[in-house]
Nanobody, 120 residues
Framework: QLQASGGGLVQAGGSLRLSCAGS????????LGWFRQAPGKERDFVAR???????EYADSVKGRFTISRDSAMNTMYLQMNNLKPEDTAVYYC????????????????WGQGTQVTVSS
């Protein structure tokens, strides 16, 4: 359903753009989001964008990350600027009818994850 890409190795202060491709149905009716999971830690919410709502962000990425969706291309993006070593994690895209940032069970579909590594 969802295919994430765009991860890689970058120095602190650098930028990366993640992409998440899916089906037309998924992108037309579901909220979309990004989560991340660092080694030994829980999977945490990063950003969410609804079909019409204002984007939401975790406090740790506000002002640095931007989530967007291109419904014509059935693709979601996460532009990550001013990256920090603590941003290192596997990043997952997700889609959900409710897509509540606080409840992973509200997300129906998950991508396979893409690794982001930020060196200091």
């Amino acid at each position: 359903q969802l295919q994430a890409s765009g991860g890689g190795l970058v120095q602190a202060g650098g930028s990366l753009r993640l992409s998440c491709a899916g089906s037309r149905r998924t992108f037309s009716i579901y909220a979309l989001g990004w989560f991340r999971q660092a080694p030994g830690k829980e999977r945490d919410f990063v950003a969410r964008i609804g079909t019409t709502s204002t984007p939401e962000y975790a406090d740790s990425v506000k002002g640095r990350f931007t989530i967007s969706r291109d419904s014509a291309m059935n693709t979601m993006y996460l532009q990550m600027n001013n990256l920090k070593p603590e941003d290192t994690a596997v990043y997952y895209c997700a889609a959900g009818q409710r897509g509540n940032p606080s409840y992973r069970s509200s997300w129906n579909y998950w991508g396979q994850g893409t690794q982001v590594t930020v060196s200091s």
